[in-house]
């Protein structure tokens, strides 16, 4: 299985936190959804529609593996996030332990090897300019 790094589980689950917290989210709409969003709107104007989908589509096959409950969720062809069926049958992801932040972590760290970390972060600090990077070396940060 594809692990990710603990300290980008630690960041995206901050930043569900935050997101939970700073949004009035509806009833059954997660933090996780709300964060592939804003990270959708920058992330098109970097690499496009194709390639966020692209990019979104491989960090839930490999969230899925450790993951059970993102096992019907879906990526649309504009890149955003869906559930098939009605919102009755949708689990919570921000409820179920670490589940949806394995998916923002996946994604977080396939968009890193594509176009560096600290590329990824200043992406991560232009929607959250709170967000903890603890497990960055002295080096990265200085170039932040």
Known sequence: MNQVAPEM????LWLIARESVDGELPEK??????ICEKLRGSLVTLVG??????????????AKKDAPSLEDLQVKEDGSLAWPGTLELQPDLDKVPHDG??????LLELLASFIGQSLTLL????????APFNYINSTTEKQL
């Open 9 to 12: 589980l630690d960041l995206a």
């Open 101 to 106: 932040a394995r998916l923002v972590a996946q």
């Open 123 to 130: 992406l991560v600090r232009e929607s959250w300019p709170g």
């Open 49 to 62: 529609a194709a390639g966020y989908r692209s990019l979104l589509s491989r960090a839930l096959s490999l």
């Open 29 to 34: 709409v997660s933090g996780t959804f709300c």
